[in-house]
């Protein structure tokens, strides 16, 4: 069973950045794409990056393409989303997601597809 943890959160003003991570364990495939997405009160969950763990391909959303950066550190499981000029339109609660298919199949829409989804991180920005 896949478990994913996330941390890293936290409320900053707007143009600050934060590092968020997502702790991974319970693989039982040698390969995932593993998703953050990020729900806003009132609003669809979205994707906003991904990557696929045996090629380290990336994957982001049009509108966060120039801000974020997703990496990974296979030594130690973790995932993480770098996340740069934060805007207040960023508030939203983080969540990462595994799913042993590729990224290609599964990244889209809401992830609806990914099996396994952590609790999230609350991310604030304020003006």
């Known amino acids: 069973q896949v478990q994913l943890v996330e941390s890293g959160g936290g409320s900053v003003q707007a143009g600050g950045s934060l590092r968020l991570s997502c702790a991974a364990s319970?693989?039982?495939?040698?390969?995932?794409?593993i998703g953050w997405f990020r729900q806003a009160p009132g609003k669809e969950r979205e994707g906003v990056a991904a990557?696929?763990?045996?090629?380290?391909?990336?994957y982001y959303a049009g509108s966060v393409k120039d801000r974020f950066t997703i990496s990974q550190d296979n030594a130690k499981n973790t995932l993480y989303l770098q996340i740069n000029s934060l805007i207040p339109e960023g508030t939203a609660m983080y969540y990462c997601?595994?799913?042993?298919?590729?990224?290609?199949?599964?990244?889209?829409?809401?992830?609806?597809?990914?099996?396994?989804w952590g609790q999230g991180t609350q991310v604030t920005v304020s003006s």
């Open positions: 997601a595994a799913d042993p298919s590729t990224c290609r199949t599964v990244f889209n829409g809401r992830g609806e597809s990914f099996g396994y």
């Open positions: 319970g693989y039982t495939y040698r390969t995932y794409c």
């Open positions: 990557i696929y763990t045996a090629t380290f391909s990336t």
